[in-house]
C-alpha cells in the first residue's frame, strides 16, 4: 500500500505546477489550465485522505465530486469569457485585457 506521504507530496508538487503556470503565464487559457492543476491537487489530497482516515465514510467522494463540478462550470464560464475577450480585442494576453478600464 502506497503511504499518504507520497500522495501528499504528488498533490503539492501538482499545486506548485498550477501556482506556477497562473503566475508566469500571460495566455488566458494557461492561466485557466493552471487553475484545474490546482483544483486536481485538491482532489487528490481530498480522496488520499479519504482513503487512509475513513474510509467507510462517504463525504471524501462526494466533495471531490463537488470539486469536479465547480472546475466544470469554471472552465465553461471561463472559456466563454475568453473567447468574448477575444471576439472584442482579438487577443487573450492577460495583460492586454483590460476592458473595465476607461
Given at each position: 500500500?502506497?503511504p499518504?506521504?507520497?500522495?501528499?507530496?504528488?498533490?503539492?508538487a501538482?499545486?506548485?505546477?498550477?501556482?506556477?503556470g497562473?503566475?508566469a503565464?500571460?495566455?488566458a487559457?494557461?492561466?485557466?489550465?493552471?487553475i484545474?492543476?490546482?483544483?486536481?491537487?485538491?482532489?487528490?489530497?481530498?480522496?488520499?485522505?479519504?482513503?487512509?482516515?475513513?474510509?467507510?465514510?462517504?463525504?471524501?467522494?462526494?466533495?471531490?465530486?463537488?470539486?469536479?463540478?465547480?472546475?466544470?462550470?469554471?472552465?465553461?464560464?471561463?472559456?466563454?469569457?475568453?473567447?468574448?475577450?477575444?471576439?472584442?480585442?482579438?487577443?487573450?494576453?492577460?495583460?492586454?485585457?483590460?476592458?473595465?478600464?476607461?
Amino acid at each position: 500500500m502506497i503511504p499518504l506521504s507520497y500522495y501528499l507530496v504528488f498533490a503539492a508538487a501538482l499545486f506548485s505546477i498550477g501556482i506556477f503556470g497562473v503566475l508566469a503565464r500571460k495566455n488566458a487559457v494557461a492561466i485557466i489550465m493552471g487553475i484545474e492543476l490546482m483544483l486536481n491537487a485538491v482532489n487528490v489530497n481530498l480522496l488520499a485522505f479519504w482513503r487512509y482516515l475513513e474510509p467507510g465514510w462517504i463525504a471524501g467522494q462526494a466533495f471531490a465530486i463537488i470539486v469536479f463540478a465547480v472546475a466544470a462550470a469554471e472552465v465553461a464560464v471561463g472559456l466563454a469569457l475568453i473567447i468574448s475577450i477575444y471576439r472584442r480585442r482579438s487577443t487573450v494576453a492577460a495583460e492586454e485585457i483590460d476592458l473595465l478600464k476607461w
